[in-house]
């Protein structure tokens, strides 16, 4: 038997709309990974919730280097539209400036513990080492 048809409007009870996102985010999450598996195709997720936290999923090794691919992507497909051509390098290092700090703050939110789920093994032990080698440098200080 299938599931009745939800009405898509804001759940109003804050509990309820908590366990509603958690659940698609969920579900959302594990449709990227399965679609990136099946179709070995690149994709990057990011999500924010309600009160502002971040989940994110990138299929490649970083979600920055996908992220970069994309701003390209988009960069030249908005080349038809007419800009200055000062205010196209502004533009354009605007966005690899937001990029990069996209990154320095998943790395940041990673190294603190947070968001750890969708990484790999490789990277989770990557950040093993870094915590490492910090903790030896402030023992040596």
Do not use: W
């Amino acid at each position: 038997m299938g599931r009745g048809k939800v009405e898509m409007r804001r759940i109003e009870n804050k509990i309820s709309r908590q366990v509603t996102f958690a659940k698609r985010r969920n579900g959302l999450l594990k449709k990227a990974y399965e679609l990136s598996l099946l179709c070995d195709a690149e994709i990057a997720l990011i999500i924010f919730s309600g009160r502002g936290r971040l989940f994110e999923f990138s299929s490649s090794s970083c979600m920055y280097k996908t992220l970069e691919r994309y701003r390209t992507c988009n960069c030249n497909s908005q080349e038809a539209t007419p800009l200055a051509e000062n205010e196209q390098i502004n533009y354009q290092q605007y966005l690899k400036l937001k990029t990069r700090l996209e990154y320095l703050e998943s790395s940041q939110r990673n190294i603190l513990g947070e968001d750890l789920g969708p990484l790999s093994i490789k990277e989770l032990e990557q950040i093993e080492n870094q915590i490492d080698i910090s903790l030896k440098h402030i023992r040596t200080r």
